[in-house]
């Protein structure tokens, strides 16, 4: 019996689409980096940026299945800022692991001085941790300026959530940089594409200028995966809320660069 064919995402001529926020095996993805980058092939992606929690693992077999693939991988990391309330920073194109555990200012700061771009992650959501506020978004953009922002993402939201978050962008637009499509993946082919980054050009290289150059825009519905079965999603659960965090507390977890370029291990 043949079988069927993945939907595929799918932009105009000259245009490449990214995820450019994905998890894997390394935090509290469900799976490896080599599977991310063939669910992202299978839909048509020319740009996968694998951001785990609070480390780089390796990814130089992840990096050799995407050019043969045609899929470039980019390093990223989504870093945890100091609690409370623990917001999310996601690292694109960095060259070293940023530690966790900093001031926004300082996380924002580290991921410049590792030669990456810092994106706010899920902005907006209604919870007092992991989710950047409209108040704290605007503190921070008084001594700061961001790459881009997750201007669509996969997190939950009030209702009137995009609609705000759309005005606060316009207001901010200068400081806050390019407009972002992600859908925080972590189940590779059973949700990756529910949020998408669309860009001039096709590689890691155009994507990168084009968040410089503010000339990305978020795609949402490109792709419908059929979600997880319930074991999984259940696994994932106590792999973030649970293993994870034995992770951070032995030190396997969270070390790294901060600002002063230094490179620092959680005791």
Same mark, same amino acid.
């Given at each position: 019996?043949?079988?069927?064919?993945?939907? /595929? #995402?799918? +932009? &105009?001529? *000259? !245009?490449?689409?990214?995820? @450019?926020?994905? =998890?894997?095996?390394? %935090?509290?993805?469900?799976?490896?980096?080599?599977?991310?980058? /063939? #669910?992202? +092939? &299978?839909? *048509? !992606?020319?740009?996968?940026? @694998?951001?785990? =929690?609070?480390?780089? %693992?390796?990814?130089?077999?992840?990096?050799?299945?995407?050019?043969?693939?045609?899929?470039?991988?980019?390093?990223?990391?989504?870093?945890?800022?100091?609690?409370?309330?623990?917001?999310?920073?996601?690292?694109?194109?960095?060259?070293?692991?940023?530690?966790?555990?900093?001031?926004?200012?300082?996380?924002?700061?580290?991921?410049?001085?590792?030669?990456?771009?810092?994106?706010?992650?899920?902005?907006?959501?209604p919870t007092w941790f992991?989710?950047?506020?409209?108040?704290?978004?605007?503190?921070?953009?008084?001594?700061?300026?961001?790459d881009g922002i997750e201007?669509?993402?996969?997190?939950?939201?009030?209702?009137?959530?995009?609609?705000?978050?759309?005005?606060?962008?316009?207001?901010?637009?200068?400081?806050?940089?390019?407009?972002?499509?992600?859908?925080?993946?972590?189940?590779?082919?059973?949700?990756?594409?529910?949020?998408?980054?669309?860009?001039?050009?096709?590689?890691?290289?155009?994507?990168?200028?084009?968040?410089?150059?503010?000339?990305?825009?978020?795609?949402?519905?490109?792709?419908?995966?059929?979600?997880?079965?319930?074991?999984?999603?259940?696994?994932?659960?106590?792999?973030?809320?649970?293993?994870?965090?034995?992770?951070?507390?032995?030190?396997?977890?969270?070390?790294?660069?901060?600002?002063?370029?230094?490179?620092?291990?959680?005791?």
């Open positions: 019996m043949k079988q069927a064919t993945r939907p /595929r #995402a799918r +932009a &105009a001529e *000259g !245009l490449g689409i990214a995820e @450019i926020h994905s =998890h894997t095996l390394a %935090s509290d993805g469900m799976v490896s980096a080599v599977e991310l980058v /063939r #669910a992202a +092939a &299978a839909i *048509g !992606l020319q740009v996968i940026c @694998i951001t785990d =929690h609070d480390t780089i %693992s390796g990814l130089g077999a992840a990096m050799e299945a995407g050019a043969e693939l045609g899929v470039d991988v980019v390093r990223g990391e989504e870093v945890t800022a100091s609690f409370p309330p623990g917001i999310h920073i996601v690292g694109l194109f960095l060259d070293r692991q940023v530690r966790m555990h900093m001031s926004v200012e300082d996380t924002v700061d580290a991921i410049h001085d590792a030669g990456g771009l810092a994106v706010i992650a899920h902005p907006f959501m992991a989710s950047m506020t409209p108040g704290k978004a605007r503190a921070l953009l008084e001594s700061r300026r961001v201007l669509r993402h996969t997190a939950p939201v009030l209702p009137r959530t995009w609609g705000l978050l759309d005005t606060f962008y316009a207001e901010h637009r200068e400081r806050l940089g390019a407009a972002l499509g992600a859908g925080d993946s972590h189940f590779g082919e059973h949700d990756l594409g529910r949020v998408l980054t669309v860009f001039p050009g096709k590689t890691a290289s155009d994507l990168r200028l084009a968040i410089e150059n503010r000339t990305t825009s978020p795609l949402s519905g490109a792709v419908s995966p059929s979600p997880p079965p319930l074991r999984m999603r259940l696994a994932q659960q106590y792999r973030s809320m649970v293993w994870l965090g034995g992770e951070r507390r032995a030190g396997r977890v969270g070390g790294g660069a901060g600002p002063s370029g230094g490179s620092v291990t959680p005791g």
